[in-house]
Each structure stands twice: as C-alpha cells, then as structure tokens.
C-alpha cells in the first residue's frame, strides 16, 4: 500500500521521545512504499531532531520552529500542526499517545473533520485493509478497528511498537516552514518535571512498582536500588500515593499513567482492577507478596511469596553480580 504519512516528533527538553521513533517504524507498516515525513516543533535547534527522525526511517523532514513553541500547548502546536497539514496533505497521521498527543490529536481530527483511532497497540496490515488493535475497558478486552473512510488518523502507545534500527547514513530532505503562531491564551511559565533519575515512567522499559506494602516513604528506597540496577524507573499503586508513601506522579493506573515496560516488578502490590488497567500489558510482569491469594499473581508471569523487604534487596545483588 502506498501512502504518505505525516510522523509528528515530540521534542522535550531538546531530545526525542522514543515514541516518536516508534510512530516512524508504526507508519512504515501501514505504507511499506509510500513517503513518511516527519514534522518537529519547537523554539530552535530541530535540525538535529529532525535529522534523527530520518535516522530511525522517515524520508523527510519539517520542523516550525516559533519562541511560542518552546513547550507543547495545544493551542500553538495546533496552529503548527494544521498548517503542516495542509501543507502535506497526507494520507495518514500517526503520533504518541503521551500526553501531548492525547491533548493534540483529537484537536486537529475535529479541525480536519477526520475520525481518530486513539491508543493503538497493535497493527496488521492484510492487502489495502489496516487493522489496528486498541485496548477498550481499562484494557480488560481489546477491540480492532478499521479504517473505511477518510484519512488514517492514529496515536500509538509508547513500548508497543518497536522502532526501527538507527541508521545514520540515511539522509533526506529537512525543511523549515514559517508559520506565524498568534499570540497564545496559555502561557507556560515553567514546567516542574518528576522524573526518576532521568528515566521517564511512560518510556521505562522496567517499571518497579510499590504499593501500600511498602509501609512508608523509606520503604521505596530498596526499590530505587533495583530500579537504579535495572535502568528502569520506580513507580506506585494509588494506595502507596494516598498514604503519602510517593508522590501522585508515580501513579500507575486507571486514573493515573498506563505503562508498558518490557518489565513491571510489583512489589506489595494487590492488584486492584484499577491498577491492573495501568500495567497489565506489560511484556513480563513479576509479583512480589507475602499473601499468596492477591490478585496480583492472576495476571503475573513470575511470582515470589515474600516479604519485599527480603526479596527486593535480594534480587538487587543478585542483578548487581550479573
Ligand atoms: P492494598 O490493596 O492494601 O495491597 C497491599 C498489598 O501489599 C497486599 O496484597 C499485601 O499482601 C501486600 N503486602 C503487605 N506487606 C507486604 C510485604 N512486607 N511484602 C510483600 N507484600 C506485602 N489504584 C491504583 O493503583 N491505580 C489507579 O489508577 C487507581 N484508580 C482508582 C480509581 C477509582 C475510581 C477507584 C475507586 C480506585 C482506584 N484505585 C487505583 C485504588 C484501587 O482500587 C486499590 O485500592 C489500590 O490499587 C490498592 O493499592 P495497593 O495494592 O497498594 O494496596
């Protein structure tokens, strides 16, 4: 099938999201001939970004760059994004399904009158047929969709779809549109950031989960240490974040982040239906507890019965002797 697909980038402080990557390597599958053009926004510097869109497979390349593209809102990267669009007149639009894109994207698909397939997981291509697959009901069924109509309009979960290699002797076209961006009614004076050394939850590939098991805030730092071994990042259940043992940006769940690490360790973890809604599709899932019976080990791959003050700082070694 061929079919030129426009890639949006997103760029936070000066660097890539690995989703956008992925969105690169989802939108070759659906146009294995056709161009794939990758758009990047933001204050100065995107030529580095861009070039790096083209290493990891788009063609080519636009970036808008605007003092009032500095950080993502919805309404100055709207004005970007539609004028790109009309632009390119694309085939199809793919984009992360981080929290810019799930602000972004609905936007744009009322503006251009298009439908919108949010959240996709999975995807197949069968002759001029896509079908994409999506999580419904917090992620306990999932539903394929397909496209009959209009444009292909679709964000992509982060740690789904495996990006493509880089390469860095690809080279194509990066062109920079002017785009007068009006005067924005929100004005982002700072953004405050929890991360985990460095380690965005969302794009973790280990996720080292605590709950109210944990008992306190000092309770997490032997999970710090095992996420610090892993390379991966710490995260929580609502009921470690309601006892004050973490802070809510931690949340893994129904109403907080879905993640999708290649591996989610939770430690005195239940496994409430709402927190499994946040990490249920993560590719390895290991349960620590000392109750035999939580739920948590109904959607576990490996389980351990025990204390995690034991077994966590076991494990930790264990990993540091590798
Ligand atoms: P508990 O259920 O109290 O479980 C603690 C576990 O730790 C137990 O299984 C216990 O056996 C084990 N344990 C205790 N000590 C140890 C030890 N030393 N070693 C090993 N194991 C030990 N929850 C979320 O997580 N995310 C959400 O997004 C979310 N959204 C919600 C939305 C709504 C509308 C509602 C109503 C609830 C939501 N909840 C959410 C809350 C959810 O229902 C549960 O209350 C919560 O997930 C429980 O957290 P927990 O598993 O840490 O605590």
Redesign the pocket.
């Known amino acids: 099938m061929s079919k030129n697909i426009l890639v949006f980038g997103e760029v936070r402080d000066g660097e890539l999201r690995n989703v956008s990557f992925e969105a690169i390597a989802f939108a070759r599958k659906i146009s294995e001939d056709g161009e794939i053009t990758a758009a990047v926004f933001g204050k100065d510097g995107l030529d580095e970004a861009a070039n790096e869109m083209i290493y990891h497979g788009a063609d080519r390349a636009v970036t808008v760059q605007d003092e009032k593209l500095e950080t993502y809102t919805s309404e100055g990267y709207a004005q970007a994004a539609l004028a790109v669009i009309d632009d390119e007149n694309p085939d199809g639009i793919v984009m992360g399904h981080t929290s810019a894109g799930k602000d972004l994207t609905p936007k744009l698909a009322s503006k251009l009158e298009s439908g919108l397939v949010s959240d996709v997981t999975d995807i197949e291509v069968t002759g001029d047929n896509v079908v994409f697959t999506r999580p419904i009901y917090s992620g306990k069924a999932f539903e394929k969709k397909i496209v009959t109509d209009g444009m292909i309009f679709a964000t992509i979960r982060p740690n789904n779809i495996a990006a493509l290699d880089r390469d860095d002797s690809r080279s194509g076209d990066v062109s920079s549109k002017d785009v007068e961006i009006k005067d924005l009614r929100t004005v982002i004076k700072e953004v405050l950031r929890k991360t985990t050394d460095g380690v965005d939850l969302s794009e973790a590939k280990v996720v080292v989960s605590?709950?109210?098991?944990v008992?306190s805030k000092e309770g997490f730092e032997p999970l710090q240490e095992l996420a610090d071994v892993l390379g991966g990042a710490v995260g929580?259940?609502?009921?470690?974040c309601d006892a004050d043992y973490c802070d809510y940006s931690l949340?893994?769940?129904?109403?907080?982040k879905v993640v999708t690490p290649d591996l989610y360790i939770a430690?005195?973890?239940?496994?409430?239906?709402?927190?499994l809604?946040?990490m249920s599709n993560s590719k390895v899932i290991v349960a620590?507890?000392?109750?035999p019976e939580?739920n948590?080990f109904n959607v576990a791959d490996y389980g351990i019965v025990?204390?995690?003050?034991d077994?966590v700082p076991k494990l930790t070694e264990e990993i540091k002797n590798l």
């Open positions: 605590g709950g109210r098991g008992k929580a259940s609502r009921g470690a949340q893994i769940g129904q109403t907080g430690c005195g973890i239940s496994g409430a239906i709402q927190h809604a946040g620590i507890n000392k109750d939580a948590i025990g204390d995690l003050f077994v």
